[in-house]
């Protein structure tokens, strides 16, 4: 997806935590949505990680339930005081399909933002 072009794949809510690793830092968060290239996070605890900024690459633990976590790779594309916004680097092979089902019909979906 271009964000220029105003759309983006459909977003999902789901209810889950995230642990943001980066430089060795670590921050605990709640998943507020996630979608077939992104996910967007939101701090639990009041402080982020102090040197996180655009375009750093982060890793993503995203735990949903007691039978299904996600390991990824990721670059923060937007920041603000409690959310971050991240693009999927890489999503290993083994939990791509997980994520899809996951997704539902949010998979193929698009949505415009920005109006």
Known sequence: MNESQGIRYARKTVDAS???????????????????????????ENDLITDLEEGAVCILEIVVNETFNLHVSSKVMRINNK?????????????QVALWQLLGDHVHEVESFGT
Do not use: R, T
């Not at 959310?83 to 939990?95: G, T, V």
């Open 18 to 44: 995230c642990l943001l690793l980066h430089k060795g830092h670590s921050c605990v968060c709640q998943v507020k949505n996630i979608s077939a290239s992104g996910i967007l996070i939101e701090s639990i």
């Open 83 to 95: 959310e971050i916004a991240l693009h999927y680097i890489s999503i290993p092979e083994d939990k």
